[in-house]
């Protein structure tokens, strides 16, 4: 069945400390791919997108992300978080041919000032 | 920007009652979509629609029913509601036609529902 999957429930960093959050995706075919971010209290905004091309892409507050075909992976990484990038994170992949996304279960990022 | 609304960000309602909630977008997009969010599961999928009166079953549609009448607006129907119903309720929208930013969907704010 296609999934996207998130290996992280929760994870809780310091101020200054790399970020690498997981997202591995189980279909094939053309792969579209989200990375997602809901702040406390907020609307869900995209972060960040790969369609094709260069596999590492770059999104909104420093964020990056790297599809890695061979491992079926999507992992979102920042090198330096900050005390504002706490919220929860949704890695997201398209299906379907109506522009189904299927979303990963989130990972809720805390980060201490 | 696009603009995604939904009627309410707080809902009381009690077991047994029918429940619309409504979302309207400003950007013309064909696609719409209803998901619940709740903790440690995610957003799951309850229905989306790709065109005017037109509606596709998600992931877990059941106890719900959905009405797009007009293009902007998608309405999500609870006809019983039941207190394993209570949730934050999402909508989103996206297009597909080329140069829209294919199928990046937007959010709006959210509709938390509590059944008692």
């Known amino acids: 069945a296609q999934s996207v999957s998130q290996h992280n429930h929760h994870v809780i960093l310091s101020e200054a400390a790399s970020l690498e959050l997981g997202c591995n995706y189980s279909?094939?075919?053309?792969?579209?791919l989200f990375w997602y971010v809901q702040y406390p209290g907020q609307h869900l905004q995209l972060l960040l997108k790969?369609?094709?091309?260069?596999?590492l892409v770059k999104g909104i507050k420093g964020f990056e992300a790297e599809f890695i075909k061979s491992k079926f992976s999507f992992n979102l990484r920042k090198p330096s978080v900050q005390w504002s990038d706490t919220a929860e994170y949704f890695c997201?992949?398209?299906?379907?041919?109506?522009?189904?996304?299927?979303f990963g279960k989130g990972t809720k990022l805390s980060v201490k000032p | 920007d696009v603009k995604v609304t939904q009627s309410s960000r707080y809902l009381v309602k009690r077991t047994g009652e029918k429940v619309f909630l409504e979302c309207v977008q400003d950007?013309?997009?064909?696609?719409m979509f209803w998901y619940r969010q709740d903790p440690g599961l995610g957003l799951r999928l309850i229905y989306f629609?790709?065109?005017?009166?037109?509606?596709e079953k998600g992931d877990i549609p059941e106890g719900y029913s959905v009405s797009r009448e007009k293009k902007e607006r998608f309405s999500l129907i609870l006809e019983s509601a039941s207190t394993n119903q209570t949730s934050m309720y999402l909508c989103?929208?996206?297009?597909?036609?080329?140069?829209?930013?294919?199928?990046?969907?937007?959010f709006g704010p959210g509709t938390r529902l509590t059944v008692t």
């Open positions: 989103a929208s996206s297009s597909e036609r080329p140069g829209r930013r294919v199928y990046e969907q937007y």
């Open positions: 279909y094939g075919g053309t792969v579209n």
């Open positions: 790969y369609f094709s091309g260069d596999p």
């Open positions: 997201a992949g398209k299906v379907g041919s109506q522009g189904n996304l299927i």
């Open positions: 950007m013309d997009h064909e696609n």
């Open positions: 629609s790709y065109d005017v009166k037109m509606k």
